[in-house]
């Protein structure tokens, strides 16, 4: 057997490679963000945002534009044969669940660091929120990969699976928008950040993250098979 | 080993209502080669994956390299060599990079699979484009890779899948010396052309539409 | 073999709703300040009740199911989901209108539970689409199966953030009315909580029966070389 580890790295390295040679994921969301944003102003005839609808309007582009990336994800294993040769290497199928899970981490991660500065500027008054709400950030991006890789990698082998992995992953990540923008509410408050039951939020999100990186965990061998 | 490479008995596989598979039965030695022939819709390629641990057999009993399929399909990985009709090859990565990947997953790393990588693209005279993108590749040369990538860890048994597919006779010559009859690997040959590659089979199985084997 | 017990099954749960609906109307007392529409409490609770209880019971199955491969582990998943999401409908419409009647609007946004469920039931909604979506057979029972399990583990987690949103608006009242349930009305609900689940019970076995059958009479066609009446559903799947 190939050391797990090996098995991740070879497989992380590939996506980000390619993804750094084609740009097919991250610029599209970032500009699918942005763009949002700039429809939210005109929406809600707003300049400027605080609190709950500061909170609504980054939380939903986020979601929206993270989708994107989530579509994208297995579509290369799929077309160019990579489940099969994987599943024909002596490595541990959890090995491609868990580079999947960091590369859209990752993608996620490298989103917001565009688009979150994009949005203060576009909408709040201070940047003082953005050094807290980086931790929620963090914890909900660990949320969605968790379940953005579990579907995506089914919704691949479905006929219309554009539509099918936004389709099952939404409901699943209320629970997570819920406790995302619980969170970044007062964080966005008029008047700095405030930390209105914080410490609850981020302890759900991080619940939320545990209990679906072991959900993909366990049951992504049976999503392997032909 | 005295112990037989693949060894078929009453093999079926259906697709829902559909039998892609009925039947089938062979017995293959280490080093030998099995020819399969028939027409399109025959199974051949539904064969191939079941044998690469790719797909579950319906029913019968299937052994490869001493392991039953499918309780013991784990401890085959990285002993097969599946060539198929995709190439198994990212487009948008080099061939090189390709290699390497493959390599890695298959616990190969550093200066040895540098060495390999560097004597199989040879052996397919591809050294001076294993630089390109796979996407930018003809055919013939993706299957040059394709075959690297097959042989790369050294399987014991061979899965082909019309092997010489947009070949040209240079490349096919080439083909030969990493994916010819051999000592050290068994092969099953899957191709609906009789003429090409029975002169080098051990065993020919025919198969008729519906996966039924063609009585001898 | 599905079909056997479905009689007194039937019987028995024919009975338990006509008792339990005497209850309600016969025995529970009215309450004190809403009155009669209060008693659609005694049907919409057990409802989503047994809903919740088979959406887990439809995963527990799933585990089976992708612990021994036996499919049909995931007929009886399928069943059992496909009961809940229906029986799902019913609580949604049954609380829209005690909402109606208690509070005057139609939908209300501070009750949580009844939110939590919506959002459940929307999770399960695109159990369909998803089943329908992916073609071999055999793959669609494992995805499926795959499906339920992850449904399941996020009922509570989705019970548990709906709960603490609404917290943060206003204290709960219901839980202390609820707690502090007389008697007699404790025992009608309970009486309603098990007519329902044996309703559930009763009709999930229906159910299985029917595709059991439907399924024998395929396979004897398809010896008989007859040609099938018909397509049959692509997401349900086959009972052997």
């Known amino acids: 057997m190939t050391p797990s580890r090996a098995a991740f790295t070879a497989i992380l390295a590939k996506d980000l490679r390619a993804e750094l040679r084609t740009l097919q994921s991250l610029p599209a969301m970032a500009l699918f963000a942005t763009t949002t944003f700039v429809i939210f102003r005109f929406g809600l005839d707003r300049t400027s945002l605080s609190g709950s609808l500061a909170s609504g309007v980054l939380w939903a582009t986020l979601l929206f534009a993270a989708l994107l990336g989530v579509n994208r994800l297995f579509v290369a294993e799929r077309e160019e044969g990579g489940f099969d040769a994987i599943r024909l290497a002596p490595i541990d199928r959890s090995a491609l669940f868990a580079a999947k899970a960091t590369a859209l981490f990752t993608y996620l991660v490298v989103l917001e660091l565009v688009v979150v500065p994009i949005f203060a ?20 991006d660990l949320g969605i990969a968790a379940t953005g890789t579990l579907i995506s990698s089914m919704a691949v082998h479905s006929r219309a699976r554009d539509l099918l992995g936004p389709l099952v992953l939404l409901p699943l990540v209320v629970p997570l928008m819920i406790a995302a923008t619980g969170a970044s509410e007062p964080l966005l408050a008029v008047g700095g950040p405030g930390y209105h039951r914080f410490g609850t939020w981020l302890a759900v999100l991080s619940l939320y993250d545990l209990i679906f990186l072991l959900v993909g965990w366990a049951v992504f061998d049976f999503l392997l098979e032909d | 080993m005295s112990e037989a490479a693949v060894a078929v008995a009453g093999l079926r596989r259906d697709y829902g209502e559909r039998t892609a598979l009925d039947g089938v039965g062979f017995e293959l030695a280490r080093g030998e080669t099995l ?182 | 073999m599905y079909g056997k017990g479905l009689r007194p099954l039937s019987i028995a749960t024919v009975v338990a709703i006509a008792g339990a609906f005497s209850l309600v109307f016969f025995y529970a007392p009215l309450d004190a300040d809403q009155g009669f529409v209060q008693k659609i409490f005694y049907i919409h609770v057990p409802l989503a009740i047994v809903a919740l209880v088979g959406f887990v019971v439809g995963a527990v199955f799933a585990i ?63 159990y369909y689409p998803f089943r329908y979506a992916i073609e071999d057979p055999e793959r669609q029972a494992r995805y499926a199966s795959v499906f339920a399990v992850t449904a399941g583990a996020f009922v509570p987690l989705n019970f548990m953030a ?45 159910e299985l029966t029917a595709k059991s059958a439907s399924g024998q009479l395929k396979r004897l066609r398809r010896a008989l070389d007859a040609p099938a009446a018909g397509a049959g559903s692509r997401i349900a799947p086959e009972v052997s």
Not at chain 2, 113 to 134: D, P, Y
Not at chain 3, 85 to 103: D, E, P, R, Y
Not at chain 3, 178 to 203: D, E, I, K, R, Y
């Open chain 1, 121 to 140: 500027l576009f909408f709040l008054d201070s940047a003082a929120a953005l050094a807290p709400l980086a931790a929620v950030l963090l914890l909900a």
């Open chain 2, 35 to 216: 020819l399969v022939l028939g027409p399109n819709g025959a199974g051949k390629t539904t064969l191939l994956r079941i044998l690469a641990t790719l797909l579950r057999p319906s029913g019968g009993e299937v052994r490869v390299l001493g392991c039953r399929i499918p309780g013991e399909a784990w401890k085959l990985r990285g002993r097969i060599g599946l060539l198929g009709h995709e190439p198994l090859l990212y487009r948008d990565l080099s061939g090189r990079e390709n290699l390497r990947f493959h390599a890695r997953l298959h616990g190969l790393r550093g200066e040895p699979a540098e060495a390999r990588i560097a004597e199989l693209l040879a052996a397919v005279g591809m050294e001076r484009r294993a630089e390109g993108r796979v996407a930018e590749l003809s055919a013939g040369m993706r299957q040059r890779l394709a075959i690297c990538r097959c042989v790369l860890h050294e399987p014991e048994l061979l899965l082909l899948d019309e092997p010489d597919s947009n070949l040209d006779a240079g490349g096919r010559e080439l083909a030969r010396g990493l994916i010819g009859p051999g000592e050290s690997h068994a092969r099953v040959v899957v191709s609906h052309d009789p003429e090409r590659f029975e002169p080098e089979a051990d065993q020919v199985l025919r198969l008729e539409a519906g996966g039924k084997p063609v009585a001898a």
């Open chain 3, 64 to 126: 089976l199911h992708l612990r021994s491969g036996d499919r049909r582990w995931d007929a009886y998943s399928y069943v059992s989901i496909h009961m809940s999401v229906i029986f799902g409908v019913a609580v949604l419409i049954t609380g829209a209108i005690w909402a109606k009647a208690s509070w005057g609007h139609w939908w209300v946004w501070d009750e949580p539970t009844l939110v939590s469920f919506l959002i459940v039931f929307l999770m399960y909604a695109t």
């Open chain 3, 162 to 206: 709906v709960r603490l949103a609404e917290s943060l608006v206003h204290p709960r009242v219901f839980a202390t009315t609820n707690g502090g349930l007389p008697g007699s009305m404790m025992f009608t609900f309970l009486a309603c909580l098990v007519a329902v689940a044996l309703l559930w019970v009763t009709l999930v076995k229906l």
